[in-house]
């Protein structure tokens, strides 16, 4: 599967197939959101360290998320939580903030949808060490 899309992209408009690969082995399993919101940190750090290929990045202004764009992350970040077998006290925002409510919405609809089909979600404690 990953040989034949590599070989579209490079017979579809010759593709960098560094960047192909860095994406398919970096950045797979991320909202879109979450892939802009890196790419302008990125970007941005790059900016204050001045890193002299980004000296010129004026021509790409960095984009802010949306709300919608935030909410969107919040909720993707809910989700990711509630099948870690993470905890709704481990949210990262306070319940007064609306990205706090939707992370905490996600995160109850997703611990529901896995108890329906009974699917456990990985111990509180991995990746501690002992």
């Known amino acids: 599967m990953v040989r034949t ?3 579209r992209t490079k017979e579809e408009g010759g593709i960098d197939l560094k960047a192909f690969d860095f994406v398919r082995k970096h950045l797979s399993g991320y909202t879109e959101a979450e892939l802009i919101g890196f790419g302008n ?3 941005l750090y ?9 000296q010129n990045l004026q021509l790409f202004p960095v984009k802010e998320p949306s709300e919608d764009d935030k909410l969107e992350q919040a909720a993707a970040r809910g989700q990711v939580a509630a099948r870690r077998g993470d905890s709704a006290e ?5 319940l007064d903030n609306p990205l706090g409510q939707e992370w905490a919405r996600a995160h109850a609809e997703t611990q529901a949808q ?4 009974g699917i456990k979600p990985l111990p509180e404690n991995r990746g501690t060490a002992h």
């Open 90 to 94: 481990q949210n990262p925002w306070t």
């Open 46 to 54: 790059a900016k204050y360290l001045r890193v002299p290929v980004f």
């Open 114 to 117: 896995m108890l329906q089909e």
């Open 5 to 7: 899309a590599r070989k």
């Open 41 to 43: 940190s990125i970007i």
